[in-house]
């Protein structure tokens, strides 16, 4: 699935998201040009939860 993370802009929101979803069991491909993170093994709740955690505000692409 695909999030739009607008509030994510720089190499320590990429990091950072990255990471909370990595420990929360997921995988993640963030592209910062379009404020978006690929997610794969969460399911859309759980994907949501892990980035909110991290310090940001997803939503869909």
Do not use: F, N, Q, W
């Not at 979803?21 to 379009?34: F, M």
Request: include cysteine; charged fraction near 20%; glycine fraction near 10%.
């Amino acid at each position: 699935m695909i999030l739009s993370v607008p509030d994510m802009s720089c190499a320590h929101c990429k990091a950072a998201i990255e990471a909370a979803l990595g420990r929360a069991g997921g995988r993640a491909e963030v592209d910062l040009a379009a404020r978006t993170v690929s997610v794969t093994g969460l399911d859309r709740p759980a994907a949501e939860a892990a980035i909110r955690a991290a310090g940001y505000a997803p939503g869909p692409a």
